[in-house]
T-cell receptor, first 114, second 113 residues
Framework: DGGITQSPKYLFRKEGQNVTLSCEQNLNHDAMYWYRQDPGQGLRLIYYSHIVNDFQKGDIAEGYSVSREKKESFPLTVTSAQKNPTAFYLC?????????????FGDGTRLSIL | AQSVTQLDSQVPVFEEAPVELRCNYSSSVSVYLFWYVQYPNQGLQLLLKYLSGSTLVKGINGFEAEFNKSQTSFHLRKPSVHISDTAEYFCAVTSGGGFKTIFGAGTRLFVKA
């Protein structure tokens, strides 16, 4: 079955450490997104990519970085510059950049500070 | 600028009772509207969407929503809820002027036996 796979499900970060969250999709979707979810705040957009080798900052990109070297993959790195990284991170994809396209989500990665 | 307001953060309801989860949006251009459901420790799943045409939209699991342009609302309804409907529900909007999806803060539905 097609879908989005996020790994790991749980991740712990030490002070000063960079960590990378994996996101892979086999839906053949062009667009991919990373969101951060905090209780009571809904989803906030970190980065998005409409096509391979191109990505744009979302609303809360500071302290995060991404790459899009393959259509299927859109990893997110949480850098040591992100001072409050504890959150639930969701990766999503959509068929195209047309704004009538719904997004498909992975099951998330929960990041905590050690 | 677009925004989405979900008027209730939590909605408790008894099993087999009807429920309405409220969503209002603001946008100066035409909109596309979505409802998603999130079960604990999972991602979001699409329940239904309004793109154009009939203002009453039917989705999965017996949910439906009505687009009301004059009131800028897109409320989600189910005539009889089950325990398994306990989850968080998100209203979302994109507009004709851009690609970005704006999500509401979510409404947590508790279905009690």
């Amino acid at each position: 079955d097609g879908g989005i796979t996020q790994s790991p499900k749980y991740l712990f970060r030490k002070e000063g450490q960079n960590v990378t969250l994996s996101c892979e999709q086999n839906l053949n979707h062009d667009a991919m997104y990373w969101y951060r979810q905090d209780p009571g705040q809904g989803l906030r957009l970190i980065y998005y990519s409409h096509i391979v080798n191109d990505f744009q900052k979302g609303d809360i990109a500071e302290g995060y970085s991404v790459s899009r070297e393959k259509k299927e993959s859109f990893p997110l790195t949480v850098t040591s510059a992100q001072k409050n990284p504890t959150a639930f991170y969701l990766c999503a994809s959509s068929k195209s950049t047309e704004n009538n396209q719904p997004q498909h989500f992975g099951d998330g990665t929960r990041l905590s500070i050690l | 600028a677009q925004s989405v307001t979900q008027l209730d953060s939590q909605v408790p309801v008894f099993e087999e009772a009807p429920v309405e989860l409220r969503c209002n949006y603001s946008s100066s251009v035409s909109v596309y509207l979505f409802w998603y459901v999130q079960y604990p420790n999972q991602g979001l799943q699409l329940l239904l969407k309004y793109l154009s045409g009939s203002t009453l939209v039917k989705g999965i699991n017996g949910f439906e929503a009505e687009f009301n342009k004059s009131q800028t609302s897109f409320h989600l309804r189910k005539p009889s809820v089950h325990i398994s409907d306990t989850a968080e529900y998100f209203c979302a909007v994109t507009s004709g002027g851009g690609f970005k999806t704006i999500f509401g803060a979510g409404t947590r539905l508790f279905v009690k036996a």
